[in-house]
């Protein structure tokens, strides 16, 4: 069974920096791609930033200069480097990753900047 493990999230104050890792287990092969998305209270999901297999990546506009997405080669682990962070960056980050055939989500991981 596949499963999708976020870890890292924690409060923070305003300007901070955190670090969010996501492990995938229970596949053998590589995912197309991960990424992460979130969601803050009374809004919809929308997405963070993504890293393809090959490392290519995208990031919303929003945390383009200040987020960076990795992923090592060849793994099913995924980080989210945040720096520079607003309160608007509050919200609950979920994992995700796909293969050709299926999509998969963490749980989430809670993210809460003051400030």
């Known amino acids: 069974q596949v499963q999708l493990v976020e870890s890292g999230g924690d409060l923070v104050q305003a300007g901070g920096s955190l670090t969010l890792a996501c492990v995938g287990t229970?596949?053998?092969?590589?995912?197309?791609?991960m990424g992460w998305y979130r969601q803050a209270p009374g809004k919809q999901r929308e997405l963070v930033a993504t890293?393809?297999?090959?490392?290519?990546?995208n990031y919303a506009d929003s945390v383009k200069a200040r987020f960076t997405i990795s992923r090592p080669i060849a793994s099913n682990i995924v980080y989210l480097q945040m720096n520079s962070l607003e309160p608007e960056d509050t919200a609950i980050y979920f994992c995700?990753?796909?293969?050709?055939?299926?999509?998969?989500w963490g749980q989430g991981t809670q993210v809460t900047v003051s400030s």
């Open positions: 890293i393809t297999h090959d490392g290519r990546t």
């Open positions: 229970g596949i053998t092969t590589s995912f197309n791609a």
């Open positions: 995700n990753a796909y293969t050709s055939l299926n999509d998969y």
